[in-house]
């Protein structure tokens, strides 16, 4: 089960509630193998989603506690994703008003796009970015080793780090974002060490085979497209020494290839930008795959997005992936290893977008209130 934004935690503390020990444990008890949890905060942000988990202090680790206990106590596993929003924030949230704390990026580059409906006039992501220092990239890499060390407190078998989105990591990855010219920009071997950075300080909390990360390298959401002879080079580079360092996994994601597929309305234009179109069929599925799945290597290889059950099978069963991960089809199939098991249909979403992030009456609404097959 892939992490998934549910907007669904105690504000301003930003910890989770009972229903989300009965939303994961749910899951886990039908048989999803492996469940990331849901993007957490590692410092204050302007998100989008004011309902979002923190894991910052250990009062929001010992809220943790129960829910992984609880989807221990029924055979699941479950890890941690540290997330940092990068530019794609606004200055004007709450928490940043609050604190004082910057919208933090490698550049002073702003994104388009971003809908915060909680903003007179429902603003997009904001201009005011502060390019990070030396010491601001240090002191972030900081944040993501204390943040998993408490996930580490709270039970948490290991850890996905995100790394597309158009979020922090992403955000040094791509030149559309990153534009410094220091140790951290210019060159792919330069763009990719704040992520190596990352791996390596999280390494010294969770052993390296406990870690994921999740790349998309066609990601076109909050204005991060690059053209494919970008993406070629800096994935190839990126998904090798992540290979080389024996990570647990690196989960491959789709997202992006279709030109014309549709994005909800937190996101950019469904099109990418001119001259960074893709080849036509093209799935990096085809290019990277091999680059993680060969003879002798000790790093799996998972999919994302879009996949139906159908196709997950093969993938599996011609050993070209070793993991598949589903997302939305989990929210309304809390039993969906069982209807897979059994040859049942997926339940289909009938009840519209507001089922991801709300509105919603109460917490469990959309959320805990979805029917089993049988």
Known sequence: ???????????????????????????????????????????????????????????????????????????????????????????????????????????????????????????????????????????????????????????????????????????????????????????????????LEVVEAIATVYPVSHIGVKIAPCDNVADIACSYAELSETYAYLVRELVRRKIGFVNLSRRGCESGEANDDFSDATRRPEGMELPRGYDPLEEFGPLVKFEGSETKLMVNYGYTVEEAEALVQRGRVDLVSFGRPFICNPDLVERVRNRIPLASNDRGGSVNYGPYKSVDENYNDWPMAT
Request: hydrophobic share 35%; net charge positive; with cysteine.
């Open 1 to 195: 089960m892939g992490s998934m934004t549910r907007n669904r935690n105690t504000y301003p503390s930003n910890t989770p509630t009972p229903s989300a020990t009965q939303y994961y444990t749910s899951r886990a008890r039908d048989g999803a193998g492996l469940i990331v949890a849901e993007g957490t905060f590692i410092c204050p942000t302007g998100s989008e989603w004011l309902h979002c988990p923190m894991m910052t202090s250990p009062l929001h680790a010992q809220a943790w506690a129960p829910i992984v206990s609880s989807v221990h106590s029924v055979g699941g596993t479950i890890y941690f994703q540290p997330w940092h929003e990068g530019r794609a924030q606004n200055d004007l949230a709450p928490a940043l008003k609050e604190t004082g704390y910057p919208v933090l990026a490698p550049s002073a580059v702003p994104a388009k796009a971003g809908k915060y409906r909680f903003l007179a006039g429902s603003p997009g992501h904001t201009a005011n970015i502060t390019a990070m220092s030396s010491a601001q990239i240090l002191e972030t890499v900081g944040q993501y080793r204390d943040s998993c060390s408490l996930a580490r407190d709270a039970g948490f078998d290991g850890v996905e780090i995100i790394a597309q989105g158009g979020y922090l990591v992403h955000n040094f990855l791509s030149t559309r974002s990153n534009i410094r010219t220091d140790a951290y920009g210019g060159s792919v071997a330069n763009r990719c060490a704040f992520l």
